[in-house]
């Protein structure tokens, strides 16, 4: 039997504002926040281009300085690490079924330039597998989810692929699953038609500028700029713009490095995540606790709901000081992989002694 989803509301959030997880020594935690542009206009003039090229240059990570140094200290005082703050992650976890939600790029694999070569390694495979032996596991990405799928080859996680409109259950039989249901939640099905048609258009427009990439995602499109110089990002954004003026239902947001061309209905990688604690059963339970990890400005949806729900916590996959609603950060992906392992030796650990 299938769960199907066309389109649905998102699940209602809590009522109640949750307080923001303590900092070290007590104090409450800031939300880290500086003026950034994350949903681009589609029309207007040059003003509005050179407000876009500031966002995209904003996706670079600042050098580092005796200035920046002090903020970046100032910053993790109030977003600590992860992996220090462990013993506090698990009371919080005491009687509560943690439910793992986790981005591809940047947090499971490293940045590339090529964003076909992003592949996850062996050794985070392992762990990405042992974590979803012990709790339900989701991947949660801007990607395509086939793609996604081809890159980690593990049959037993819960896949959302293009910001959460493509999302299909394990295809192997699972603890976690109820029955033999399979879930299923595509609500942009219908703008598949146009997505393929701008796809079509924007690599026309886009093959006269060196290094840019336009990526299918099925529900979603990435024009990735990583390998084009700074002075044709104006060009590229120009001809991204010329493009989508002729389609008001699809919106541009910003990702590291990458325009992200998205429907323009409700939903996100929040959305996503709360489907997915409504698919296990959690949708309205005080004995979860849900723990996202991701290094983009999407991943900011499922942070945000994390907040509003008053469970679990957001995990930033970060080396420098960020716009941010996450409770902790980690550094790169090596990070979040010792993370991963420390979970499942804890979860081990306390199977022996029961």
């Not at 504002?17 to 029309?43: D, F, H, N, R, Y």
């Not at 395509?144 to 890159?151: D, I, L, M, P, S």
């Not at 849900?290 to 999407?298: K, N, Q």
């Amino acid at each position: 039997m299938e769960i199907v989803v066309s389109m649905r509301e998102p699940v209602l959030f809590a009522q109640a504002v949750p307080k923001p997880l303590a900092a070290p020594g007590g104090g409450t935690p800031i939300i880290w926040t500086k003026p950034s542009l994350k949903v681009l206009e589609t029309a207007g003039g040059g003003g509005r281009i050179n407000a876009w090229v500031d966002s995209m240059r904003a996706s670079s990570p600042p050098r580092r300085s005796s200035e920046s140094e002090e903020v970046n200290k100032s910053w993790m005082l109030h977003h600590p690490s992860a992996l220090s703050m462990f013993e506090e992650i698990i009371k919080v976890s005491k009687g509560k079924q943690i439910v793992m939600f986790l981005d591809y790029d940047g947090t499971l694999s490293p940045i590339v330039e090529d964003p076909d070569r992003a592949f996850i390694s062996n050794e985070m495979r392992d762990a990405v597998r042992d974590i979803a032996h012990h709790f339900p596991t989701a991947i949660v990405t801007g990607r395509c989810r086939a793609k996604v799928y081809n890159f980690v080859k593990l049959s037993e996680l819960y896949y959302a692929g293009s910001h959460g409109m493509d999302i299909k259950g394990p295809t192997q039989g699972h603890r976690y699953r109820k029955g033999n249901q399979t879930v299923l939640c595509q609500p942009a099905r219908e703008f598949l038609p146009m997505i393929d048609e701008v796809y079509k258009t924007l690599l026309e427009k886009t093959k006269s500028i060196p290094g840019a990439m336009v990526e299918n995602n099925k529900f979603c499109l990435s024009v990735h700029y990583r390998c084009v110089e700074e002075k044709r990002w104006a060009e590229l954004a120009v001809q991204v713009k010329t493009v989508l003026k002729d389609y008001p239902k699809l919106k541009l947001t910003q990702g590291r490095k990458v325009l992200e061309i998205r429907p323009t209905i409700k939903w996100d990688k929040g959305n996503a995540l709360e489907f997915l604690l409504e698919s296990l059963g959690y949708a309205n339970s005080d004995d979860v606790l849900p723990i996202y990890i991701g290094d983009d400005r999407t991943d900011e949806d499922a942070f945000k709901v994390l907040r509003k729900r008053g469970q679990g916590f957001g995990i930033l996959v970060s080396k420098v000081p960020k716009e941010t609603n996450a409770s902790y950060t980690l550094q790169e992906p090596y990070e979040v992989m010792c993370f991963l392992k420390r979970l499942v030796e804890w979860k081990k650990s306390s199977l022996r002694r029961f």
